[in-house]
């Protein structure tokens, strides 16, 4: 059974910088993912790395946000950068049974996993 436990979420203000965790519990060489759910808005996929370091973004990230891994900790992060008002939302991390971003890529039924979730709160 696979283990994704999230952290460093918090409240910032628009423009900040905040980076997320993922502790897995096993080997993260399948696609990895994270996702974001706000309120009455259903969850959108935000970013995804495949074994290969193939990365995949949603266009409102792109530019701003940045995925990677480290398999030696078996941890994923997920850099935000200039953050603004829309990006509030509970992040999840995800692992998929598929290996590449090109299969996977950020539709949420294509990943078996999921942690608790971070809350990223950014204010105006």
């Known amino acids: 059974q696979v283990q994704l436990v999230e952290s460093g979420g918090g409240s910032v203000q628009a423009g900040g910088s905040l980076r997320l965790s993922c502790a897995a519990s096993g080997y993260i060489y399948s696609c990895m993912g994270w996702f974001r759910q706000a309120p009455g808005v259903e969850r959108e996929g935000v970013a995804a790395?495949?074994?290969?370091?193939?990365?995949r973004y949603a266009d409102s990230v792109k530019g701003r946000f940045t995925i990677s891994k480290d398999n030696t900790k078996n941890t994923l992060y997920l850099q935000m950068n200039n953050l603004k008002p829309e990006d509030t939302a509970m992040y999840y991390c995800?692992?998929?049974?598929?290996?590449?971003?090109?299969?996977?890529?950020?539709?949420?039924?294509?990943?078996?996993?999921w942690g608790q979730g971070t809350q990223v709160t950014v204010s105006s």
């Open positions: 790395i495949d074994s290969d370091g193939n990365t």
């Open positions: 995800a692992k998929s049974s598929f290996l590449a971003t090109a299969v996977a890529g950020l539709t949420h039924d294509r990943y078996n996993y």
